[in-house]
């Protein structure tokens, strides 16, 4: 099961900041947080990642709380084309194989606006 | 990240037939996932595959429905077999390089 929660949609007008939010409150000391989108019949593309540290990258940032219990991914000036189902996903990170799976939740629709 | 390929990318198939979906990597990589995303529906993972084992099957997924081969570390197969209308969904790989894990660009398999 996933052990993320996220809204089930959102709206964003074009050129402004979307701000995606999710939930993760049992995650473990050794689980990222990873963020993918999925534009529609296209496989899903990586955003960002991090652990507890907040990270920013040419497509986004991420905002992890101290707690880790919640993150919040930034997109900060929506396009068009930014429209797509956001996925938040932790993930567990060692030498164990089984562990390196993603399991996707239900994801965000975001609906950038013009 | 590694550049991955699946073919076909599309497919129309007679049902009680099957379809052998492929996926190459451009780098090695140490495991290969392969996914089902059914209309309308989030990703399921169906099983894991590492390069001179077998693959590990997810809940409610069976080698015989859906055998994988990795016979290299760039390279892995996944068979839907005996299909039926409900097996119609997108078939995605995945690869796990370092700390990220990038996907193909899916199969889009329908079963008539």
């Known amino acids: 099961d996933a052990k993320t929660t996220q809204p089930t949609s959102m709206d964003c007008a074009e050129g402004r900041a979307a701000n995606l939010p999710c939930n993760h409150s049992?995650?473990?000391?050794?689980?990222?947080v990873y963020w993918y989108r999925q534009i529609h019949s296209q496989g899903p593309q990586y955003i960002i990642h991090?652990?507890?540290n907040n990270e920013t990258n040419e497509m986004a940032s991420l905002i992890i709380t101290e707690d880790r219990k919640s993150s919040t991914l930034i997109l900060p000036h929506a396009t068009l084309r930014d429209t797509a189902v956001y996925y938040c996903?932790?993930?567990?990170?060692?030498?164990?194989?089984?562990?390196?799976?993603?399991?996707f939740g239900k994801g965000t629709l975001l609906t950038v606006n013009p | 990240s590694a550049v991955i390929s699946q073919k076909p990318s599309r497919d129309i198939c007679q049902r009680g037939t099957s379809l052998t979906i492929q996926c190459q990597v451009d780098?090695?990589?140490?495991?290969m996932f392969w996914y089902r995303q059914q209309p309308g529906q989030s990703l399921t993972l169906i099983a894991t595959?590492?390069?001179?084992?077998?693959?590990?099957?997810e809940s409610g997924f069976v080698i015989d429905k859906f055998p994988i081969s990795r016979p290299n570390l760039t390279f892995s197969t996944l068979t839907v077999s005996n299909m039926s209308p409900e097996d119609s969904s997108i078939y995605l790989c995945?690869?796990?390089?370092?700390?990220?894990?990038?996907f193909g660009q899916g199969t889009r398999l329908t079963v008539v």
């Open positions: 995945s690869e796990t390089l370092g700390l990220g894990v990038f």
């Open positions: 996903i932790v993930r567990v990170v060692n030498s164990g194989g089984s562990n390196y799976k993603l399991t």
């Open positions: 991090g652990l507890k």
């Open positions: 780098s090695q990589v140490t495991m």
């Open positions: 049992t995650i473990s000391g050794n689980e990222y």
């Open positions: 595959a590492n390069q001179g084992s077998e693959a590990t099957y």
